[in-house]
């Protein structure tokens, strides 16, 4: 049995769950048939196709929410009155131990004149108000395993507040921090205002990474990144940056994203990065 839900937008945290319905049909996949495998969560990662990410312990992290929990029951819901309905957050599906997710955007919202297909008939309706269901959800909590699945933060930022610090962008401070360190040289004019948001999530990272390396393991990568990019190398041993593209080879290096492959001796660029289980 599935029970869709829906949470409102609402100033106070009380009563802001709705039932909708209760349907034997399928919403959505089964969790076996969504996620042929998964990996932990990896900023800048890139999926293949049937790859979820995934958060272990997610009922425990700071951006958890109440359904998380477990401590509801759907039959305490009041139905969502057609007056609330242009004030829905998201949906909620539970199967079971299996709760789908869905960002219900105003573009998934639709009120609008229609002509609807009910069997064999047809009837219209001049109010017609209707979610649209996305062939996917957008995350799917396993309570068995405590383990939450999506494939991209964008669409659940809304919905598990605070997540998007996962992968954020870098402040302006941030940024202007990064760039004034002694190893970068700016050139054409270039400064914070020109970096754009690929950059930053790449700085917010790398500024992390930089703070667990002694001074041993960064002078290594600096002459790591020399050695993959001689142009952007100074007489200074600085690295000469004046547009977006010479940072972000300056931040792949930082990551050690360049390597040269051991037949043929190709040298490329990693543009996603996944560790390997130890």
């Not at 969504?34 to 992290?61: H, P, R």
């Not at 955007?105 to 109010?127: N, P, T």
């Not at 790398?206 to 190398?233: A, M, V, W």
């Not at 593209?245 to 996944?274: C, H, W």
Request: proline fraction near 2%; glycine fraction near 6%.
């Amino acid at each position: 049995m599935n029970t869709i839900c829906v949470k409102l937008r609402m100033r106070k945290h009380e009563n802001k769950y709705r039932k909708l319905l209760s349907t034997e049909e399928a919403v959505y996949p089964m969790l076996a048939e969504l996620v042929e495998s998964s990996l932990d969560y990896a900023a800048g990662a890139m999926l293949e196709n049937g790859e979820w990410f995934k958060i272990t312990n997610a009922s425990q992290q700071p951006y958890t929410i109440d359904l998380l929990e477990g401590n509801f029951e759907s039959v305490d819901f009041d139905s969502l009155a057609r007056s609330d309905f242009r004030k829905i957050d998201y949906l909620f599906v539970k199967n079971g131990k299996t709760m789908y997710f869905q960002n219900v955007s105003k573009s998934k919202l639709a009120s609008k004149k229609r002509i609807g297909s009910f069997g064999e008939s047809y009837k219209y309706e001049s109010d017609s108000e209707e979610i649209v269901i996305n062939e996917y959800p957008d995350a799917v909590y396993c309570a068995e395993t405590n383990i939450l699945y999506f494939r991209k933060l964008e669409p659940i930022v809304g919905i598990f507040k605070g997540i998007n610090d996962l992968y954020r962008e870098a402040t302006d401070d941030e940024t202007e921090q990064f760039l004034q360190n002694d190893f970068i040289t700016l050139k054409d004019d270039y400064g914070t205002a020109d970096v754009k948001t690929a950059n930053r999530k790449r700085i917010a990272l790398t500024s992390k990474t930089l703070l667990g390396l002694s001074q041993e393991d960064r002078s290594n990568i600096f002459h790591y990144i020399g050695e993959y990019c001689p142009d952007l190398k100074t007489k200074d041993n600085t690295f000469c940056v004046g547009n977006e593209d010479e940072l972000k080879m300056v931040l792949f290096g930082i990551e050690q994203r360049f390597y040269t492959t051991p037949v043929g001796g190709e040298k490329r660029i990693a543009n996603s990065v996944i560790l390997l289980n130890r």
